[in-house]
């Protein structure tokens, strides 16, 4: 299992990875369906929002480029995020401080390992280490056979 891990890890920071060739590509009419999502409880418009994403306009009401794709990683499925984004704009945006308000913070674990593959940095090694065996032991096997 971890010689699986380690030789994707190697293929994945050896092997050129062109991740726009296969991106899903959305119809404007979907990209408007998926600001619908995003805006649910706010009142922006869906059309001013994409444009924001787009670089048209700087801001749309409460939503700057920034915190509409933090919005974005938090509440949509990764390959509408590459569609609606584009991978240049995602590497660009997805700094430490965007980052930090990604909630909650388990999912930015999961943007971490993702862009790491988009940037062709190095993949970490499976945590499957004894500290981290310990610390998840108690969800895989249970103690009542050791209970008196």
Same mark, same amino acid.
């Given at each position: !299992? @971890? *010689?699986?891990?380690?030789?994707? /890890? &190697?293929? @994945? +920071?050896?092997?050129?990875?062109? +991740?726009?060739?296969? !991106?899903?590509?959305?119809?404007?009419?979907?990209?408007?369906?998926? !600001? %619908? $999502?995003?805006?649910?409880?706010?009142?922006?418009?869906?059309?001013? !929002?994409? /444009?924001? *994403?787009?670089?048209?306009?700087?801001? $749309?009401?409460?939503?700057?480029?920034?915190?509409?794709? +933090?919005?974005? &990683?938090?509440?949509?499925?990764?390959?509408?995020?590459?569609?609606?984004?584009?991978?240049?704009? *995602?590497?660009?945006?997805? =700094?430490?401080?965007?980052?930090?308000?990604?909630?909650?913070?388990?999912?930015?674990?999961?943007?971490?390992?993702?862009? /790491?593959? &988009?940037?062709?940095?190095? &993949?970490?090694? =499976?945590?499957?280490?004894?500290?981290?065996? %310990?610390?998840?032991?108690?969800?895989?096997? $249970?103690?009542?056979?050791?209970?008196?």
């Amino acid at each position: !299992m @971890a *010689i699986a891990a380690i030789r994707f /890890a &190697l293929i @994945a +920071v050896i092997t050129p990875i062109e +991740v726009d060739h296969c !991106m899903l590509e959305l119809s404007y009419n979907e990209k408007i369906e998926l !600001m %619908k $999502s995003l805006n649910w409880d706010t009142l922006d418009k869906c059309e001013d !929002m994409l /444009a924001v *994403i787009e670089g048209h306009i700087v801001s $749309s009401g409460a939503f700057t480029r920034d915190r509409l794709f +933090v919005r974005s &990683l938090e509440r949509l499925p990764w390959h509408y995020v590459t569609a609606l984004w584009g991978t240049v704009a *995602i590497k660009e945006l997805y =700094t430490p401080e965007n980052a930090s308000r990604i909630w909650p913070k388990e999912r930015r674990r999961h943007f971490d390992f993702a862009l /790491a593959v &988009l940037r062709r940095e190095p &993949l970490p090694i =499976t945590r499957w280490g004894t500290e981290y065996f %310990k610390s998840k032991r108690h969800r895989f096997f $249970s103690d009542r056979g050791n209970s008196s």
